[in-house]
C-alpha cells in the first residue's frame, strides 16, 4: 500500500511539469488527494488539493492560474499540470491522500488527515 509522486525534474523558467501520484494497494476513489510542497528552510504548505469525488478544488494563492489538479480515478492516479514555473516553486513536491468528503479547501488548509504520503519529486525550477 503506497503512494507514487513522479514527474519532477529541472526546467527553466516559463516551462511546465506534470507530477502524477499513483495509489497501488489500495484505490483513490475514497480519498482527497493534496499536493504539498517543502522548499529548504521553509515549512510544508499545501499547493493544491482535490475532494474525493473531483467536484471541488483548491489552489493556494501563489499557483492560481498556473497549476492544475485534476484526477482519474480509472487509472488510480491524480496529476498536478505545473505551468509557467517560476524559481520560487522550487521545492521537494509530496502527495497525501486523506479518506474524507470534506471539500478540497477543507483538506489543504484545516484537515490533518493524511493517512497517505508519497515519497517526494523534486521540482528545480532555474535557469
Known amino acids: 500500500v503506497q503512494l507514487q509522486a513522479s514527474g519532477g525534474g529541472l526546467v527553466q523558467p516559463g516551462g511546465s511539469l506534470r507530477l502524477s501520484c499513483a495509489a497501488s494497494g489500495f484505490t483513490l476513489d475514497d480519498y482527497a488527494i493534496g499536493w504539498f510542497r517543502q522548499a529548504p528552510g521553509k515549512e510544508r504548505e499545501g499547493v493544491s488539493c482535490?475532494?474525493?469525488?473531483?467536484?471541488?478544488?483548491y489552489y493556494a494563492d501563489s499557483v492560481k492560474g498556473r497549476f492544475t489538479i485534476s484526477r482519474d480515478n480509472a487509472k488510480n492516479t491524480v496529476y498536478l499540470q505545473m505551468n509557467s514555473l517560476e524559481p520560487e516553486d522550487t521545492a521537494v513536491y509530496y502527495c497525501?491522500?486523506?479518506?474524507?468528503?470534506?471539500?478540497?479547501?477543507?483538506?489543504?488548509?484545516?484537515?490533518?488527515?493524511?493517512?497517505?504520503w508519497g515519497q517526494g519529486t523534486q521540482v528545480t525550477v532555474s535557469s
Open positions: 497525501a491522500a486523506g479518506r474524507t468528503g470534506s471539500s478540497a479547501s477543507y483538506y489543504c488548509t484545516i484537515s490533518n488527515r493524511r493517512d497517505y
Open positions: 482535490i475532494s474525493k469525488s473531483g467536484g471541488t478544488t
